[in-house]
């Protein structure tokens, strides 16, 4: 085996040199040694991406206050952000009248969206907070000691200077700006006004997304987003301005004069120009051109006159390509970036504004609502807001739909509702407290920290009415642990041995409708033939989507046993329902507080009737958690007590198991 010095001195000098050549191009890709593809006869070959030409503060300056496209493309963000606004909610009613008065007098909207205007513009731009909380501006902000909230400043990056940066190991801002160099852009104020201001007290919008190396080589601020698009915008006016030349020059006269070599030879300009003149003003009075149509005898040739017309058929869609580098550059689509109506059958651009508007939304959630909480929680200094409320930032829908397709989104939200209320996952006065709201008909119900408190108690109420159990009905002879009560002890004297049980050991019907099993519509059409209904069972097995169901057909007033979840305890709540019974001649009342309460009302009315249809739904049509499970047992408990007692005062029981 050679070694590899003695094979290198084998190689002619000029393959030496070749080979060193192709030492610095690539070798993984295609070639062809015939055509040159992928060889060093390729041009193609060297093309490179050239380093980035960064554009300087006075150019991105007049890009967006000359350029129409440019502009909108800084534009377009933050005016749809902040098109409708915003809502601020502390839990408070009063207290949030009180700081929206003050976002609108302090012009937070507008503010705002300048801040991230000049961000996308000059890669960075800042509001500064005119709070005063004692402390000098280079010190950090105590929003607890602020005394409100006086101005809000704008700054864009040329009005900034970071002075000083975060340097401790292990800080969660480390490599971030600690204090600024404010100055003001004011002729009217004094030049020399410079301040060094505390990043607290700046509310800091960013531009385009920017490497750390990068940044830090921009004096620790972003790009501008005009320079990625820079390029395409380019070519796009470019391209413009040529079509522009084109239209001017596109449509051109042609003379052919006789001897105009010879003429030129000759001196004799000024007979040609006068030629051309005279020509001109017969084309422009008699819309005609009169031409010398040549001598036979001396064999002069005749003039000629035509038009060259350059044909743009082709230009429009060319154009088309350079606009969509442009959108793809800012990430907007055209149907929003330039105004350009949908293109192609049955189309309506709505998924483009759709994808844009999440984008927007993405915005204002991740990228706005941080900023705003900062500038309302200094706000919130003043004495009527409690400072331990939670801040919620709410942005409006930007997109709108058709009345019709909005009635349909409704609708299937309202049918949602019901059946999360059914489930007992919400209460109806939380439905309609947040369907009342001007921004009320998202599809999730948010659930206050009261009303979680609320049922945190419902639930510590329900565990001990469970754990104190409710016995199993005992033989003839014997009683409900010694009377009609059970775990509520309701008290009265209601006695399983005043019955007859048939063969099997089971209650026999002494009167009233015999049990029977019916499908929805059947149990409807037994609801309807009385006109007092009470639905009860276990926990998720439909009991509110029935008795909705109900209220929607005859016109009946639904009353839910389980909206006094959380307000009542398990037994004051049944007591409530009981005393529901005789309230009305016509109603339907559903709940898994019926059994207890039916047992209440048979107690408290030892010899009166129950005019009424009493449907009980046995088995869940959902899967339930071990508590539900508890608790469906116990209710079964109750309903095997009562159910001879309804028969004996008459009512009408339907059952089913799903």
């Not at 390729?42 to 350029?67: E, I, M, S, W």
């Not at 009075?285 to 743009?312: C, H, N, W, Y």
């Not at 997109?399 to 609708?411: C, F, H, I, S």
Request: proline share 5%.
């Amino acid at each position: 085996m050679i070694s590899w010095k003695t094979a290198l001195a084998q190689v002619a000098p000029g393959r030496i040199s070749e080979i060193a050549r192709n030492l610095h191009e690539r070798l993984d890709t295609w070639q062809n040694d015939l055509t040159g593809f992928g060889t060093s006869r390729d041009k193609t070959a060297y093309t490179a991406f050239a380093g980035v030409q960064y554009l300087t503060d006075p150019q991105v300056a007049n890009l967006y206050h000359g350029d129409p496209i440019a502009a909108r493309m800084v534009d377009i963000v933050p005016d749809e952000c902040f098109r409708e606004g915003f809502t601020v909610d502390v839990g408070d009613e009063s207290a949030n009248a009180e700081l929206a008065e003050q976002l609108e007098q302090l012009g937070v909207r507008e503010h705002f969206a300048n801040g991230q205007r000049w961000g996308r513009a000059f890669g960075a731009g800042a509001l500064l907070i005119g709070a005063d909380d004692g402390r000098p501006a280079s010190a950090p902000l105590i929003p607890e000691r602020a005394k409100g909230v006086r101005y809000l400043y704008e700054l864009d990056k040329r009005l900034l200077y970071p002075l000083s940066w975060y340097r401790e190991p292990g800080h969660p801002k480390l490599g971030q700006p600690e204090t600024y160099i404010v100055s003001s852009a004011n002729g009217h104020v004094d030049s020399g006004a410079y301040s060094v201001v505390h990043e607290s007290r700046l509310i800091v919008f960013t531009g385009a997304t920017t490497g750390l190396w990068e940044k830090a080589n921009n004096n620790g601020f972003d790009r501008s987003v005009l320079q990625r698009a820079y390029e395409a915008l380019r070519a796009f006016n470019t391209g413009m301005k040529a079509v522009e030349v084109l239209m001017t020059d596109g449509n051109q006269a042609v003379y052919k004069l006789q001897g105009l070599a010879g003429l030129i030879a000759s001196n004799g300009e000024e007979a040609i120009r006068t030629r051309m003149q005279v020509m001109d003003m017969f084309r422009s009075v008699l819309r005609g051109i009169v031409l010398d149509a040549g001598d036979p005898d001396t064999k002069a040739g005749a003039e000629d006159f035509m038009r060259q017309t350059v044909s743009l058929a082709e230009y429009p869609q060319t154009l088309d390509r350079f606009m969509l580098q442009v959108c793809l550059a800012v990430q907007v689509p055209a149907t929003i970036l330039f105004g350009q109506s949908p293109a192609g059958m049955n189309a309506t651009g709505e998924s483009d504004f759709r994808w844009f508007y999440d984008r927007i939304r993405s915005t204002q959630q991740l990228y706005l609502t941080p900023r705003v909480r900062r500038l309302v929680r200094v706000m919130m200094a003043m004495k009527s807001i409690k400072r331990d409320s939670g801040i919620k930032i709410t942005w409006p829908s930007l997109w709108k739909d058709p009345p019709a397709v909005e009635a349909t989104r409704k609708k299937t939200i309202a049918e949602t509702d019901a059946i999360r209320i059914g489930t007992g996952e919400l209460l109806p006065e939380e439905v309609a407290l947040t369907r009342s709201q001007p921004n009320g008909w998202d599809i999730d119900v948010t659930i206050r920290p009261e009303g979680i408190e609320a049922r945190s108690k419902g639930l510590a109420a329900n565990e001990a009415d469970l754990a104190e159990g409710t016995p199993e009905p005992e033989p003839p002879g014997g009683g409900f642990g010694g009377g009609f009560g059970g775990g509520d002890a309701d008290g009265g004297n209601f006695d399983a041995g005043d019955y007859e049980r048939d063969d099997n050991g089971q209650f026999a019907s002494t009167g009233g409708e015999d049990p029977m099993r019916l499908d929805a519509d059947e149990l409807l059409t037994a609801i309807e033939a009385s006109t007092r209904s009470i639905i009860a069972g276990g926990p998720r097995t439909g009991k509110s989507t029935l008795a909705v169901r109900a209220s929607e057909r005859f016109k009946r007033t639904v009353r839910h046993a389980d909206s006094l979840v959380g307000k009542l305890n398990w037994s004051d709540s049944s007591a409530e329902v009981s005393r529901w019974l005789d309230d009305g001649d016509e109603y339907v009342i559903e709940g898994v507080t019926a059994p207890r309460a039916l047992r209440k009302w048979l107690a408290a009315n030892p010899d009166k009737k129950l005019d009424a249809t009493v449907v009980y739904l046995r088995d869940p049509l959902h899967a339930q958690t071990d508590g539900q499970r508890s608790m469906s047992k116990a209710i079964d408990s109750v309903w095997s007590q009562i159910k001879p007692e309804l028969l004996k005062r008459g009512a009408s029981i339907i059952e089913r198991d799903s």
